[in-house]
């Protein structure tokens, strides 16, 4: 691991399945995203393994509980009982052995907003869900309430970071959101920390879909212009136009590290151990 100060500043858009229902039903953030982050903060130890499986484990039944995450209703309890949010996602960091933290970025549930674009006609969409699934090309973000409060846990982890990561993720549901929250926002421009962006291994579809590496980059600059980037990180196997890709990481200020940071399967994912190691070259300035 890279470090064990890591601080995962979470979306909290999600509108489908279990977290869905437990946002509707309750009016709590959206649990999903979060529990995804403190299962992957988990060690590689027994316990770590073993609660990383348990707040993933999903009922399977004919009744109310179907499809709930055991890892939401955890969480969305201890919310209920403690009545913060982050002190409620701190116990349950505990509980698994969470190497880090995980904060939501803002203080209420979001909506996205895309603009999607399918045979030259623009359309409008709302929610995390139908995003996803309508047909064309994600075009831009916004988000409802547009000017939400950020968790002040979060800019504070921000401002006190020496590297702020973007991505790996979903680029316009998972990455960008965090440059629509002002205060969020203002801390990613000010902070004195350096900042890295993880380019994803393939397009994902129904956001993403034909999209190069450097759309990605044009992508972000659109949506934060004044957002100044110090290292573009990208698997060397997917980038067809190096020179191109260059062109696009200096466009944001940043330098571009190539390097085999994919799975060794030849699946879309990264190897956890190559990408740590490789970010630890970052920034340890060895690369």
């Given at each position: 691991m890279v470090t064990d100060r890591l601080t995962a500043v979470v979306t909290v858009a999600d509108d489908g399945g279990?977290?869905?229902?437990?946002?509707?039903?309750?009016?709590?953030?959206?649990?999903?995203?979060l529990r995804m982050a403190l299962a992957a903060l988990c060690g590689d130890d027994e316990w770590g393994s073993t609660w990383s499986e348990v707040v993933q484990h999903?009922?399977?039944?004919?009744?109310?509980?179907?499809?709930?995450?055991?890892?939401?209703?955890?969480?969305?309890?201890?919310?209920?009982l403690l009545g913060d949010p982050v002190a409620g996602l701190d116990w349950v960091g505990r509980l698994l052995g969470a190497q880090g933290r995980v904060l939501p970025m803002a203080s209420?549930?979001?909506?996205?907003?895309?603009?999607?674009e399918l045979d030259g006609v623009t359309s409008?969409?709302?929610?995390?869900?139908?995003?996803?699934?309508?047909?064309?090309?994600?075009?831009?973000?916004?988000?409802?309430?547009?000017?939400?409060?950020?968790?002040?846990?979060?800019?504070?982890?921000?401002l006190e970071a020496d590297w702020v990561v973007f991505g790996p993720g979903s680029w316009f549901t998972s990455v960008l959101p965090h440059l629509k929250v002002p205060e969020l926002a203002?801390?990613?421009?000010?902070?004195?920390?350096?900042?890295?962006?993880?380019l994803n291994l393939a397009p994902q579809p129904g956001e993403t879909d034909d999209f190069s590496p450097q759309q990605h980059l044009e992508v972000l600059r659109q949506h934060a212009p004044e957002l100044p980037i110090d290292v573009v990180l990208a698997e060397t196997s997917?980038?067809?136009?190096?020179?191109?890709?260059?062109?696009?990481?200096?466009?944001?200020?940043?330098?571009?590290?190539?390097?085999?940071?994919?799975?060794?399967?030849?699946?879309?994912?990264?190897?956890?151990?190559?990408?740590?190691?490789?970010?630890?070259?970052i920034f340890l300035q060895k690369r």
């Amino acid at each position: 691991m890279v470090t064990d100060r890591l601080t995962a500043v979470v979306t909290v858009a999600d509108d489908g399945g279990s977290s869905g229902r437990l946002r509707r039903e309750l009016g709590v953030l959206p649990p999903g995203d979060l529990r995804m982050a403190l299962a992957a903060l988990c060690g590689d130890d027994e316990w770590g393994s073993t609660w990383s499986e348990v707040v993933q484990h999903r009922f399977r039944s004919e009744g109310e509980l179907h499809g709930h995450a055991v890892g939401n209703l955890l969480i969305v309890a201890l919310w209920e009982l403690l009545g913060d949010p982050v002190a409620g996602l701190d116990w349950v960091g505990r509980l698994l052995g969470a190497q880090g933290r995980v904060l939501p970025m803002a203080s209420v549930p979001l909506d996205i907003v895309a603009q999607v674009e399918l045979d030259g006609v623009t359309s409008t969409v709302r929610g995390q869900v139908a995003c996803a699934l309508t047909p064309g090309r994600v075009q831009a973000i916004s988000l409802v309430p547009e000017d939400p409060p950020a968790r002040p846990e979060a800019v504070a982890a921000v401002l006190e970071a020496d590297w702020v990561v973007f991505g790996p993720g979903s680029w316009f549901t998972s990455v960008l959101p965090h440059l629509k929250v002002p205060e969020l926002a203002r801390a990613l421009h000010s902070t004195q920390a350096k900042r890295l962006v993880t380019l994803n291994l393939a397009p994902q579809p129904g956001e993403t879909d034909d999209f190069s590496p450097q759309q990605h980059l044009e992508v972000l600059r659109q949506h934060a212009p004044e957002l100044p980037i110090d290292v573009v990180l990208a698997e060397t196997s997917i980038v067809d136009d190096p020179g191109a890709l260059e062109k696009s990481a200096a466009a944001l200020g940043a330098r571009l590290v190539l390097a085999d940071v994919a799975a060794a399967d030849g699946s879309p994912r990264h190897d956890p151990r190559r990408l740590a190691s490789v970010l630890d070259e970052i920034f340890l300035q060895k690369r």
